[in-house]
Each structure stands twice: as structure tokens, then as C-alpha cells.
């Protein structure tokens, strides 16, 4: 007689513990993704901007290298290159009879990037970059 005026005081709309656990813990999921999602990409623009190179906007003419990336400049028209050899990685930093050299394994680029001589068969990689007018610089893109 207990339980059965027990049973009859309970709400109508009781749930089991097991549902009433997946729903909060979907709840919670929530924020946890929310933080996940903006540390990622927080990350990612620390990545972008640490791999962003700044030079001097007055270049010379001619093949200049600073440090990860390379320089192309001919009549006024730029073109940038990373120094790493797509061979192996290595530091490209010299040009010789306009052509880039890599200390490692011999491979040869045209001044257009473009692989001449093996072991290396693909092209430099092409950097994005952009004018920087207040400061006068070139700020270049994932060098």
C-alpha cells in the first residue's frame, strides 16, 4: 500500500539516469568543443604569424637571399621562394650563373624556381607576399 502511494507522487515525466547522463554530458560537450575549436584556431594565426618574414621594400635588381626566403627582382616585378630545397629540405643560399644551388645534394633551380638538375624534381615553393605602406616593407607569407 506504501509503494503504491509511492508511485503514484512521482511526476509523470521522470526520465531514466541513464538518459538524464547523455543529455548533460552532451550539455557539457558544448564548451568543451567551443574551446577546442578557438585554441585551434589561435594556434593556427601564432603559426601564420610566426612564419611571416619582413624585409626592406627597396630591393636592388637581381637574386637576394634572406634567411628562409629568396628574392627575385627584375624589372620592378618581384618573385619570392622559399630556400628550402624541395629535395631533401636543405637551405638553398647561394645563386651562381643565375641559377640556385643546394649545398646538399647538388639540385639546381632556374630563377624562376623551376627545378634544373636532380635530385630535386619539383619547382621552389612560390610565396605569397604583400606591401606593407606605413612601414615599408614586404611582409611575406608562410616562409
Not at 7 to 26: D, E, G, H, M, V
Not at 38 to 51: G, L, W, Y
Not at 61 to 81: A, R, S, T, Y
Request: proline content about 4%.
Amino acid at each position: 500500500m506504501i509503494t503504491s502511494m509511492l508511485k503514484t507522487n512521482l511526476p509523470a515525466n521522470k526520465i531514466s539516469r541513464k538518459k538524464f547522463l547523455k543529455r548533460i554530458s552532451l550539455i557539457l560537450l558544448i564548451p568543451i568543443f567551443w574551446l577546442w575549436d578557438s585554441s585551434v584556431k589561435q594556434t593556427i594565426k601564432m603559426n601564420n604569424e610566426a612564419d611571416a618574414v619582413f624585409i626592406t621594400a627597396d630591393l636592388p635588381e637581381g637574386i637576394i637571399f634572406f634567411d628562409k626566403v629568396v628574392v627575385v627582382k627584375q624589372n620592378d616585378k618581384l618573385k619570392i621562394f622559399s630556400t628550402s630545397c624541395t629535395h631533401l629540405g636543405c637551405r638553398i643560399k647561394k645563386a651562381e650563373d643565375g641559377k640556385f644551388i643546394c649545398p646538399c645534394h647538388g639540385s639546381e633551380f632556374n630563377i624562376n624556381g623551376e627545378a634544373i638538375k636532380g635530385p630535386a624534381s619539383k619547382p621552389l615553393r612560390l610565396l605569397s607576399y604583400e606591401f606593407t605602406a606605413d612601414t615599408k616593407q614586404i611582409k611575406i607569407f608562410n616562409a
